[in-house]
């Protein structure tokens, strides 16, 4: 029976072909006279070539060793690059080699790597890049496939987002899955489906515990990218006439001291780092409390938009995991109050920026 990895290879085989002649096509002066597949890199040659083509540069022939990925995630590519250096070395003596890496798409960093290691490289979204010779052709485009959107969403799902949730709060330390799985409240195979984005992104580490973090930066920009709060949340929001944010939020606490508010946004990031001086509550709530009790106890009175109140309910209970107490206030953690102030407006950018660079952001990520 055929897998499904073996028939998306084969469907990508001939896009593979078509985007290495196109890349040879950009360049006048390049003539691409043979290209051969799955063959010895040199005769009687153990290393064999996904692709092996003979191109003349200027009147000068050389042979291009041909790698190709079905994903192009850092490690994957990383791989790919090794597989390509011991290949090259094994070319006959005095033939000018360069090896040219295919894959999907290639991400920055991932071109990054292989511009570093002097490897071409060129994707089906339209990125490309060769530096051999008198040649030097590079293009970046600005947006990423469809696949990698997926591949995206897939890793800031809700469940999935529970286990980074975890990991991100400090001090980082090593998990195990069990362990992992039993504080985030999922399954074995959601831990297992984040773990393997996150070490094929090169952003965490199998350590002696277990998985580690190791760029945490760098999972937060990913995550603030893919996060859409109107997807996650259904939101209340009310006018009030109280001009303390801080004191609203009190009375807000101690009206619903049953089931408490958990706040984030602007009055969350205030509490934890004062910047930018809040003008909205912004609250979690279990369940939205009856409008009756909000207008005889806070003066509120509920508006379509634009109100100095905010009650939040989340479609997934993940945002409170884990939670703190500052100044008698239950927060969300710090890693949620970023994606929550990411194009909230009203300044939310400069109070999530002093958040971040405080060196106890996130219980401290050193």
Not at 202 to 215: F, H, I, N, S
Request: proline share 6%; net charge positive; hydrophobic share 45%.
């Amino acid at each position: 029976m055929k897998t499904t990895e073996t028939l998306n290879e084969r469907d990508l085989e001939p896009q593979f072909e078509a985007c290495l002649r196109g890349l040879v096509a950009r360049v006048p002066f390049l003539n691409l006279t043979s290209l051969r597949k799955d063959v010895p890199v040199a005769p009687g040659a153990r290393d064999r070539a996904d692709r092996l083509a003979k191109v003349t540069a200027g009147g000068r022939s050389w042979t291009w060793i041909v790698e190709e990925k079905r994903l192009g995630q850092p490690r994957e590519v990383r791989h790919g690059l090794l597989q390509l250096a011991q290949s090259l070395r094994n070319l006959p003596a005095g033939t000018p080699g360069y090896g040219v890496l295919l894959a999907p798409y290639l991400s920055e960093e991932s071109a990054n790597l292989c511009a570093e290691a002097g490897v071409g490289y060129a994707d089906l979204a339209g990125n490309a890049r060769l530096s051999f010779d008198q040649v030097f052709v590079e293009t970046r485009v600005a947006a990423n496939p469809r696949h990698e959107k997926r591949a995206a969403r897939s890793l800031f799902a809700p469940r999935a987002a529970r286990v980074l949730r975890v990991l991100l709060q400090g001090p980082l330390r090593a998990w195990k899955v069990a362990e992992l799985a039993a504080v985030a409240g999922v399954s074995f195979g959601w831990v297992s489906a984040v773990r393997q984005q996150l070490l094929a992104r090169e952003w965490a580490a199998e350590a002696t515990g277990g998985l580690l973090v190791t760029k945490p930066a760098a999972v937060l920009d990913a995550w603030v990218k893919a996060d859409d709060w109107h997807k996650r949340t259904r939101t209340q929001e009310y006018s009030v006439l109280s001009p303390d944010a801080v004191d609203l939020a009190g009375k807000l606490r101690d009206l619903l001291r049953e089931e408490p508010p958990v706040f984030t946004q602007w009055v969350a990031g205030w509490l934890r780092h004062p910047y930018t001086t809040p003008v909205v509550v912004t609250a979690y709530v279990r369940r939205f409390p009856a409008d009756a009790l909000l207008r005889e106890k806070l003066l509120a009175r509920r508006v379509p938009n634009g109100g100095g109140l905010r009650l939040v309910l989340p479609k997934d209970e993940g945002v409170w995991n884990p939670v703190q107490s500052v100044q008698g206030f239950q927060l969300v953690s710090d890693v949620q109050i970023i994606l929550d102030l990411a194009r909230a407006g009203l300044r939310a950018d400069e109070q999530a920026g002093e958040l971040r660079r405080a060196p106890d952001f996130a219980g401290g990520w050193a």
